[in-house]
């Protein structure tokens, strides 16, 4: 079922958005004060995390695209809300008594937006192309002998060895997921974005209203046949209730807040956290935790350039690093944040104490002198801050300090986000264009392990931004595979940990919780790891 077509409300329109924020008085909107009424439309409005430029969820980990990709593409399997992998797009599997052939039966009534059937041909190539970039993928495309496509529904993941986690990697839930798309498209090259944007999912991409900074429309993809399950995190029917739905790119904090209070938005994915007690007191308005698993802050190194390409003198930041002042700084709500020295998030299976030398308390002396041990001459540290981004564009501020006390020359260069996701992925030395250090924010669920975590791709070039080469927490992360028993896993992910600690493929900086703002009326919003926006419904 869906909502009965109306005639959808004027978008919201870039000057309009600015008056209201010039004109914030005159509008009077108090925390007690109930919000108007909205009318019945079938029109939704979302405010997202962030502007969106990159459109392709394969090239970048970021999670917009990863969210733009949920919205038009569809996956082989989900993860349900109990974290156990349900099947999708696959009617049914089967798996050889030697665990090395999986042949897999897509369901009946798939097609792409073009009008054409998805075909095992298009499964085929889009895993090799998502292979070619996820961490996960790449664990798996490593076991693989061969794909074999016997007919247009069938396709058989033929394997040298057997790889327990299969249906893990096909059903991950978060960056980078594994979307099928048409072949044509998929056989572009992972490190070269696709250009065009045609899947199978719930909603049809409307290209040509498409204005990056302002706006992104979907609509419902009419042809789209959900499973019967209910929703449950990345898996079940995804039924659309709504025609349309309008992504509102709005920079300003205070502008996303009054838009959705005088509902011209009926979502705001991540409100400004000093605006939760605003939120909280106002009874139109309902907060829902998408990700109640939490997220964690992270620093991230350059590994191929100066400074960072000295183990020790990364190994010196990662002291300098004090989890409290970023926590404190970047979120200070209470309630919302978590100390927590883990590498795989606190509360979450393989969530270790085993951290080495990292204690998550900032150490500056002991810090200057590792650095001082290690030769630093002083080269500068060009650290990215997006400043437009409000979940991380603090973190950059309180890094500069607490390296800066530590001894090292920081170079801030302030961007927008989307800027900082082109740049990441550029090898170019820092001061020819390149960086030393960014941050940025992961969900719980792309961190549980050793093999979603981007940040422990260490396959040199063709690893995650940073490009760390670590045979040994790679032939780790390969035992972690063959492991037979839960508890052999626990030992082999705190392994992972103390590998990657030692030779700091990052810095974890505290977790923090950021549920969405939703319009009462706004019903359905699907908890799943990510932004997902099927069975949503509004009165």
Avoid at 22 to 48: D, E, K, Y
Avoid at 186 to 210: L, R
Avoid at 437 to 445: E, G, P, V
């Amino acid at each position: 079922m869906h909502t009965s077509q109306t005639s959808a409300a004027r978008p919201v329109s870039r000057r309009a958005l600015s008056k209201w924020a010039a004109c914030a008085a005159m509008l009077a909107v108090t925390a007690g004060t109930a919000l108007p009424a909205a009318a019945q439309s079938s029109t939704l409005r979302i405010i997202p995390t962030t502007n969106m430029t990159v459109l392709d969820p394969i090239w970048t980990t970021a999670y917009i695209s990863r969210n733009f990709g949920y919205m038009i593409y569809d996956t082989l399997f989900g993860t349900d809300a109990q974290g156990k992998i349900q099947p999708q797009m696959v009617g049914k599997w089967s798996v050889s008594k030697d665990n090395k052939t999986w042949t897999f039966q897509l369901r009946d009534g798939l097609e792409f937006h073009d009008g054409k059937p998805v075909t095992s041909e298009d499964v085929v190539a889009s895993l090799k192309r998502w292979a070619s970039r996820d961490t996960f993928g790449g664990q798996l495309a490593k076991a693989i002998d061969k794909y074999e496509t016997p007919d247009a529904r069938t396709f058989v993941i033929q394997l040298k060895e057997p790889f327990g986690l299969v249906t893990e990697a096909l059903g991950k839930p978060s960056s980078n997921v594994p979307f099928i798309m048409p072949k044509r498209v998929a056989d572009t090259p992972g490190d070269v974005q696709v250009k065009e944007t045609i899947g199978s999912g719930p909603y049809v991409f409307k290209a040509d209203e498409f204005r990056p900074g302002e706006k992104a429309v979907f609509l419902k993809n009419t042809k789209y046949k959900p499973r019967a399950e209910a929703p449950s995190g990345t898996a079940g029917g995804k039924n659309v209730y709504v025609d349309r739905v309008e992504w509102l790119f709005i920079r300003d904090a205070q502008t996303q807040l009054n838009a959705l209070l005088n509902g011209e938005a009926d979502i705001l994915e991540q409100p400004a956290f000093e605006q939760y007690a605003t939120l909280r007191s106002n009874p139109g308005v309902e907060l829902v935790d998408a990700q109640p698993a939490g997220n964690q802050f992270i620093l991230r190194f350059n590994f191929l350039h100066a400074p960072f390409d000295n183990e020790k003198v990364r190994r010196a930041a990662m002291l300098a690093l004090g989890q409290e002042a970023f926590l404190r700084t970047q979120v200070g709500t209470p309630g919302l944040t978590r100390y927590c020295k883990s590498m795989f998030p606190c509360g979450t299976p393989y969530e270790s104490a085993n951290t080495g030398e990292y204690t998550g308390i900032a150490n500056p002396q002991k810090a200057k002198a590792l650095l001082a041990e290690a030769g630093y001459k002083g080269e500068p540290v060009v650290l990215m801050r997006p400043a437009d981004n409000g979940t991380i564009g603090k973190l950059p501020l309180v890094a500069k300090q607490q390296l800066e006390q530590a001894g090292f020359k920081v170079d801030l260069q302030n961007m927008d986000w989307q800027t900082l996701v082109a740049r990441r992925a550029k090898k170019d030395a820092p001061s020819a264009g390149g960086w030393s250090i960014f941050m940025t924010s992961w969900t719980a669920s792309d961190i549980l392990n050793p093999l979603t975590m981007a940040m422990m791709n260490a396959t040199g070039d063709k690893g995650w931004f940073g490009w760390q080469d670590d045979p040994k927490l790679e032939a780790i992360k390969k035992q972690f595979i063959a492991a037979g028993t839960d508890a052999e896993k626990k030992k082999l992910a705190e392994a992972a940990q103390l590998q990657a600690f030692q030779t700091v493929t990052h810095v974890p900086v505290g977790q923090y919780n950021q549920p969405a703002a939703v319009r009462k009326g706004v019903t359905g919003l699907v908890p799943a790891g990510a932004q997902v926006y099927w069975n949503i419904r509004k009165q």
